[in-house]
């Protein structure tokens, strides 16, 4: 739960603010998971703060990521090397355009502060705008480094340097990439980890 706490401050992700009387205030909760490799050993204990989204009114519209299958299979077919990588936090990177309000996580009430709540500068999971966030940030990030965008799905991005060919595909809070060059895909995650807080998850399985 520490940890959890630790990124979304080093995100700056909220700001205390005394309770708005005109704001829908959102509430938040706990939520934790066994992480499990391969054989269904667990290998970490996580938690992740999660906002009660379903409070939200509607109106973000979401788009479904079938992308992977494409991309795995243009893979195989080329004999490309796929890896994984996750962005710690990932929700966390995405900042809001819109003002939204929630509730501190139970347990954690700063003292003398226990009637304020947190502004959000940036959307933690479960908040309906946090994909969107997200997608819009690191879209930006990949046209920055010479990305273009597929053209049978948004979620893919293409860059082509001579014979030389790197896709990533976003899927959800993964990075799924590979390359005809391993050098490349080294050059792009060294600068992906400059940009962003990430954990190498090695070769695709």
């Not at 979401?62 to 243009?74: G, P, R, S, V």
């Not at 966390?92 to 954690?108: D, I």
């Not at 990030?141 to 010479?146: E, T």
């Not at 807080?197 to 090695?202: G, I, R």
């Amino acid at each position: 739960m520490n940890e959890e706490l630790d990124q979304i401050e080093k995100n700056d992700t909220w700001e205390l603010v005394p309770w708005p009387k005109d704001k829908n205030v959102i509430g938040t909760k706990l939520v934790f998971k066994n992480k499990l490799n391969e054989d269904r050993h667990v290998t970490r204990n996580k938690a992740r703060l999660v906002c009660k989204g379903y409070a939200q009114v509607e109106g973000i519209n979401f788009e479904e990521m079938e992308a992977i299958k494409m991309f795995l299979a243009y893979a195989c077919l080329r004999k490309i090397n796929v890896y994984q990588m996750d962005v710690k936090s990932t929700f966390l990177n995405g900042e809001l355009e819109e003002e939204v309000c929630t509730e501190q996580p139970k347990g954690f009430l700063l003292i003398d502060k226990e009637n304020y709540v947190c502004r959000l500068n940036k959307a933690p999971y479960g908040l309906k705008q946090a994909p969107r966030a997200w997608y819009d940030h690191f879209d930006r990030y990949l046209h920055q480094q010479g990305f273009k965008k597929g053209s049978a799905d948004n979620n893919i991005y293409v860059k082509v340097d001579q014979d030389k060919l790197i896709i990533i595909e976003v899927y959800v809070d993964y990075i799924v990439f590979g390359s005809n060059d391993d050098r490349l895909s080294k050059d792009c995650v060294r600068k992906m980890k400059i940009e962003f807080e990430m954990s190498m998850l090695d070769e695709l399985t």
